[in-house]
């Protein structure tokens, strides 16, 4: 029986953090200019605020600036586009992130859209998405780009694997997709309308989960050896009318079967926002021809 390791995201996720820092760091020295990152929330979603709050700490903590914007939920779509102009054109901000989700009566795609591509540090842009495609120099969805630095830093070359991602978003399944391909795995992306999904997942070498479905990947689909990445993030009830969050994968079924598996809490999830830093360092560098 294999001996399954869990791999721990967010170790991983503190040493790019501190690698970005030193970059900030001699980035300010070279051109005594501080990066910064602007987040903008609409509404009141508790998740959406634990997450903005946890990006300003994150890129204070990293030693660049944060602007932080928070409008009222019914701010309408007009307003919305004009502060992400007043953001594109302010030369102290270098990256620009609009915390989905927008409230309904705003378009999210015509707001992603209108970020200027060089500070869309999301990735979610059309343009950013071209880009990955056809294998141009992009901003890469944030959470796509932290799964495959820990398989390439887990598995080394990915040339010639079978990848199966299931889940086909544009912010997690679809540039996943691509950045395997783009490292010559053989890739199959699985959905809601794909046959026989255990026998699909089964000849993946790697598995990366990106559903929102608790537990949905059962420890048979798992080819013997296989590197899992456990992107789903859904909140359960638990003993003493409690909740907890568990993963697209039942963990304790493929412990013994994959030759590793991210958790969750602790895999993906520290990688996203550590990424979110990583592309606003990019971005800057980017911008100011570094
Ligand atoms: P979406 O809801 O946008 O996409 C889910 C995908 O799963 C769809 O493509 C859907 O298929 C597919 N799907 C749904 N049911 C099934 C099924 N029974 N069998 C096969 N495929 C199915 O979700 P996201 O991509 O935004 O997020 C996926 C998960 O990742 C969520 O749990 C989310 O919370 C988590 N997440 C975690 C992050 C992190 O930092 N750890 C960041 C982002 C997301 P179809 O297209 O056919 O409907």
Known sequence: MTETQLIDGKAFAEKLLSQVAADVAQLKEKTGKTPGLAVVIV????????????????????GMNSVHHVLPA??????????????????????ILVQL?????????????????????????????????TGQEALVACTPTG?????????????????VVIGRSNIVGKPMAALLLAESCTVTIAHSKTKDLPQVCRRADILVAAVGRPEMVKGDWIKPGAVVIDVGVN????????????????TKEVMG??????????????????????NTL?????????
């Open 147 to 163: 799964c495959m630095m820990l398989l390439k830093d887990r598995l080394g070359s990915l040339a010639g694997k079978e990848a």
């Open 74 to 95: 019914e701010t309408n779509q007009a307003d919305l586009l004009a502060l992400v102009e007043t953001l594109n054109r302010d030369d102290g901000v270098n990256g």
């Open 43 to 62: 509404g009141e979603d508790p998740a959406s605020q634990v997450y903005v709050r946890n990006k300003v700490e994150k890129t204070k903590a990293v």
């Open 282 to 290: 990019k971005a800057t560098k980017m911008q100011w021809k570094l």
């Open 101 to 133: 989700p927008l409230p309904k009566q705003i378009d999210e795609q015509a707001v992603i859209n209108a970020i200027s591509p060089d500070k869309d540090v999301d990735g979610f842009h059309v343009i950013n998405a071209g880009r990955l495609a």
């Open 235 to 250: 909140r359960i009830p638990a003993e003493g009318g409690k909740t907890k969050l568990v993963g697209d994968v039942a």
């Open 257 to 278: 079967v994959a030759q590793a598996i991210t958790p969750v809490p602790g895999g993906v999830g520290p990688m996203t926002i550590a990424c979110l830093l990583f």
